[in-house]
């Protein structure tokens, strides 16, 4: 208190200050104050488990290192055709009334096309939208590896599709281009392409690098060259693999409680190799993968990087966009889980009372 007063800042221990003058205070009794942010005292927490998962990737020998399939989210301005071009990509990818046909909804899907030759997978985010792009992309977590932008043909660019490529531009994601609704008469494809690149997405046509593919999602026209375009894109530029052989680590993209299963995460693998049996920790939910079921329905006994599953186990519903992990075993994920739920709660506590008092700074 004296030291603020002589600052010029009236201040009872009691009082809640700001950041800055914490910073200004520190500084001037000798502290360095650190505001630390969550996904940093996060990655202090899994580093005193020894989790170093930053580390442990830079320390991966290229000898272990595999090929894995493009993870791809669809963005765009609502109506333009998102959800209707993902009905579409499933349904073109499977033969009708073959087994095996992609019959849940899970948040996330793979699906397999025959491409210059060879069968190459795709894996694709199911829930549209930069929203949930966002969401995950403020937890830390990156899950995209190529964007598809969709753009109505009829109605051109809007506010939502501008935000979209912000958003993948940002976060360094590759854009392809789908120019959606090419069947209705007052389709104008060429003018996306000219309004797009202002936002410097320029064609490969106009002698740019992107590119844009002419597609109806309702008729499913240009869905095979849409799906071509992403794997070319894949390897165009993207170094897309990740070890198969270790302890697998991800993230959730979506989870609900279900009356007879109670918790089922869809989890996106981002490497090592997710088994049934497998300790769990994800966010602040914690257990044991006792089944796993695929886009199909049918049960999986291990899923490889890029593999989107639903996992059942855990004891609670993780957050879309929460990391999950494989940890040594039972103890060390509920250690994990309970230490992320303390964390959470004294951020809880610190946001109601909005700001920190000098007693709590004391005691901190
Ligand atoms: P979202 O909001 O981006 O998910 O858009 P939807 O997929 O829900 O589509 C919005 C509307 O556009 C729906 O009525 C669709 O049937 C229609 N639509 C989507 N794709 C096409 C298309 O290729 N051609 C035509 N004519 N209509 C489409
Ligand atoms: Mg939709």
């Known amino acids: 208190v004296t030291v603020l007063f002589h600052l010029g800042e009236m201040a009872t221990a009691t009082e809640s200050l700001d950041e800055s003058t914490f910073e200004v205070l520190g500084a001037e009794i000798g502290y360095k104050i650190e505001v630390v942010s969550p996904e940093d005292e996060d990655k202090e927490l899994l580093e005193s488990f020894g989790l170093n998962l930053e580390q442990e990737e830079l320390d991966e020998d290229d000898d272990d290192l595999e090929i894995r399939p493009p993870v791809v989210t669809v963005m765009g301005h609502v109506d333009h055709g998102k959800t209707r071009l993902l009905d579409a990509i499933r349904n073109t990818t499977v033969i009708e009334g073959e087994a095996g046909g992609i019959t849940q909804h899970i948040g996330a899907y793979q699906i397999w096309t025959e491409h210059e030759g060879h069968d190459r997978a795709i894996t694709f985010i199911d829930t549209p939208g930069h929203e949930a792009f966002t969401a995950m992309r403020a937890r830390g977590a990156d899950v995209t590896d190529i964007a598809i932008l969709v753009v109505a043909a009829d109605d051109g660019i809007m ?206």
């Open 159 to 364: 506010p939502q599709t501008v935000e979209a490529l912000n958003h993948a531009q940002a976060a360094n994601v590759p854009i392809v281009v789908a120019v959606n609704k090419v069947d209705k008469p007052e389709a104008n494809p060429a003018k996306v392409r000219q309004q797009l690149t202002e936002y410097g997405l320029v064609a490969e046509e106009y002698g740019g690098e992107v590119m844009f593919v002419d597609v109806s999602a309702r008729q499913g026209t240009g869905i095979q060259d849409l799906l071509d375009a992403v794997l070319l894109t894949a390897d165009a530029g993207l170094d897309l693999r990740a070890n198969p052989n270790k302890e697998a680590r991800g993230i959730a993209i979506e989870a609900k409680l279900d009356k007879g299963r109670g918790s089922v995460a869809t989890v996106l693998v981002q490497g090592g190799t997710l088994r049934v049996g497998d300790p769990i920790v994800a966010g602040t939910a914690y257990g044991r993968v006792r089944a796993m079921i695929d886009e199909h329905g049918e049960r999986v006994e291990e899923a490889a990087p890029s593999r989107p599953v639903q996992v059942q186990g855990l004891n609670s519903v993780p957050r879309a966009g929460d990391l999950f992990l494989v940890p040594e075993d039972d103890r060390t994920a509920r250690q994990i889980a309970e230490k992320r739920e303390a964390v959470e709660r004294n951020a809880a506590l610190a946001k109601a009372r909005k700001r920190m008092s000098l007693e709590d700074f004391t005691k901190a």
